[in-house]
């Protein structure tokens, strides 16, 4: 069987999180590689963007930015739909938790405590129930993205949305995303399905 090595941070979180959860989700067997911040200082010069996480692939190299690690394990192991059309839709659904990420991020990092408090009510009420929104509409009969099977959108989505409705960012209310049903449905599904709840007790 091919080697595989998945490297992040020791933490079950975002986007090494859902590459780890595709890969157990898949029953590919992988070297679940956690790296210290010094262990990654030391690499971060030489990996392919300056950033986690990477999947390696024996025989091939390496793979970064965490939507190529997805679709490659999407596209090769049927978590994705096989026709291209509905294919890029469900990559649409990847990229669009990219911009969630990485609109949050510059309001994460304000060092103003009041500031930041400010800024996550504000992003909470404005850009989370527009993106939200967003996702809802691309979301058909459910529980997940493409139907009945599971597949890489529905656990990306999984890991950033969770982390919210655990509570887990400061001001940002657990019931941000309450009027949006089918997506706290397909959160709500992608943690009851048994692989995912499998890997969640091993990893929590
Ligand atoms: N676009 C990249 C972003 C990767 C990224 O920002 N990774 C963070 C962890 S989630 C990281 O490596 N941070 C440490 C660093 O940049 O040195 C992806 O989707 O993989």
């Known amino acids: 069987m ?26 590919l067997a992988f070297e679940d590689e956690r790296l210290s911040r010094d262990a990654w200082n030391a690499r ?48 649409a659904l990847l990229n669009a938790v990219e911009d969630l990420r990485n609109t949050l991020r510059p309001i994460n990092r ?19 129930q527009e993106w939200g929104a967003q ?3 691309q979301i058909g009969p459910g529980p997940f993205a493409g139907g009945a099977q599971i597949g890489v959108a529905d656990l990306k989505i999984f890991v950033a949305v969770g982390t919210f409705i655990a509570g887990g960012i400061d001001h940002i209310p657990a019931d941000v995303f309450k009027a949006f049903p089918k997506l706290t449905a397909l959160h709500d599904a992608v943690k009851a399905h048994p692989k995912v709840a499998e890997w969640r007790q091993k990893h929590r």
């Open 135 to 137: 996702i809802e509409r």
């Open 110 to 128: 304000l060092t103003d405590a009041e500031a930041k408090k400010a800024a996550r009510i504000d992003f909470a009420k404005g850009y989370m």
């Open 44 to 91: 971060k010069a030489s990996a392919p963007f300056g950033a986690l996480p990477i999947l390696w692939v024996e025989g091939k190299g390496e793979i970064a930015q965490s939507n190529a690690i997805l679709n490659y394990l999407g596209h090769t192991q049927g978590l994705l739909p096989k026709d291209p059309f509905e294919a890029a839709r469900h990559d």
């Open 2 to 27: 091919t080697k595989l090595k998945l490297s992040y941070f020791d933490a079950p979180v975002s986007r090494g999180e859902e590459c780890r959860l595709a890969l157990h989700v898949a029953g």
